[in-house]
């Protein structure tokens, strides 16, 4: 196994980042940066898992000091073990564009990806610098993109992708196209290697409903900057619950919580 083994680590958190751990208009962590301390003084794992690609994640990684556990990268098209910046990856992303392009006109042209654009777009899009978009056109895996059609249209379109072998899942922002696997994948493969006693799950969009589900304890991370989840079998029992507060604030809030809950200290 390439991670860095762990066995029987007491909590590993499962984390989403635009709109959870890093603020929504930002993109800075500060205010969960007390929660993060103390997960690191009780050698909790911190495994990020997003849509951005490879040198976004290594990055942030590498700025919130957890190099040493692995990342999931392009909603969970691939895995970024500890300690590495690449992984192979292939021509996923290639068959995925060629996909795309062989879907009917009228719906293509309603869909406009990260590699329909040019960089100086995906910043205006995503409100990243220059620098940071360009790092987010390196995919390896999956391609992210602005959906511009109805609901019905939008249905035909991932139907027809489907039957090509690409699914589509729905983030915060964008409409993210790959050839299969979702963060919940990977979270299983991670808790299958590391054996922790717990796990939490944090996130903000549809594409982390499996995540949070799937954790013994899931978090749903207000965010005023879209719609809210719908209500989740797991609240009825207390193990999902919800955050009054938006992304890293209430994230911290949260994560607290449910230290002090687990005992954990």
Same mark, same amino acid.
């Given at each position: 196994?390439?991670?860095?083994?762990k066995?029987n680590?007491?909590?590993?958190v499962?984390?989403?980042?635009?709109?959870t751990? #890093?603020? !929504?208009?930002?993109?800075?962590?500060?205010?969960?940066?007390?929660?993060?301390?103390? +997960?690191?003084?009780?050698?909790?794992?911190?495994?990020?898992?997003?849509s951005?690609?490879?040198?976004?994640?290594?990055?942030?990684?590498?700025?919130?000091g957890?190099?040493?556990?692995?990342?999931?990268?392009?909603?969970?098209?691939? #895995? +970024?073990?500890?300690?590495?910046?690449?992984?192979?990856?292939?021509?996923?992303?290639?068959?995925?564009?060629?996909?795309?392009?062989?879907?009917?006109?009228?719906?293509? %042209?309603?869909?406009?990806?990260?590699g329909?654009?040019?960089?100086?777009?995906?910043?205006?899009?995503?409100?990243?610098? +220059?620098?940071?978009a360009? /790092?987010?056109?390196?995919?390896?895996?999956?391609?992210?993109?602005?959906? /511009?059609?109805?609901?019905?249209?939008?249905?035909?379109?991932?139907?027809?992708?489907?039957? %090509?072998?690409? #699914?589509?899942?729905?983030?915060?922002?964008?409409?993210?196209?790959?050839?299969?696997?979702?963060?919940?994948?990977?979270?299983?493969?991670? $808790?299958?290697?590391?054996?922790?006693?717990?796990? #939490?799950?944090?996130?903000?969009?549809?594409?982390? $409903?499996?995540?949070?589900?799937?954790?013994?304890?899931?978090?749903?991370?207000?965010n005023?900057?879209r719609?809210?989840?719908? !209500?989740?079998?797991?609240?009825?029992?207390?193990?999902?619950?919800?955050?009054?507060?938006?992304?890293?604030?209430?994230?911290?809030?949260?994560?607290?919580?449910?230290?002090?809950? /687990?005992?954990?200290?």
């Amino acid at each position: 196994m390439f991670y860095s083994m762990k066995s029987n680590t007491q909590l590993i958190v499962f984390t989403d980042l635009d709109g959870t751990l #890093i603020d !929504h208009e930002t993109y800075s962590w500060n205010e969960a940066q007390p929660a993060l301390t103390v +997960l690191h003084q009780i050698s909790a794992g911190v495994v990020l898992a997003s849509s951005k690609t490879t040198p976004e994640i290594s990055t942030l990684r590498t700025s919130l000091g957890l190099d040493h556990w692995p990342a999931i990268v392009e909603n969970g098209a691939g #895995i +970024l073990p500890p300690n590495e910046t690449i992984i192979p990856a292939g021509d996923h992303y290639e068959a995925v564009r060629e996909a795309l392009n062989r879907a009917p006109e009228d719906l293509r %042209d309603l869909f406009r990806g990260f590699g329909d654009v040019s960089t100086a777009q995906v910043a205006e899009i995503t409100g990243l610098s +220059l620098e940071d978009a360009a /790092l987010a056109q390196q995919r390896a895996f999956s391609e992210p993109g602005q959906w /511009l059609g109805t609901d019905v249209q939008k249905v035909a379109f991932v139907d027809h992708l489907k039957r %090509d072998g690409v #699914i589509a899942q729905q983030g915060g922002r964008f409409l993210t196209l790959s050839l299969g696997g979702n963060k919940v994948d990977q979270m299983r493969a991670i $808790i299958d290697a590391y054996k922790p006693q717990h796990t #939490i799950a944090l996130g903000d969009a549809p594409n982390d $409903i499996q995540m949070l589900e799937n954790a013994d304890y899931g978090v749903v991370v207000a965010n005023p900057n879209r719609a809210p989840l719908p !209500h989740l079998t797991g609240e009825k029992t207390g193990q999902i619950i919800r955050t009054a507060s938006a992304g890293p604030t209430g994230w911290a809030e949260a994560v607290l919580t449910l230290l002090n809950k /687990l005992e954990l200290h």
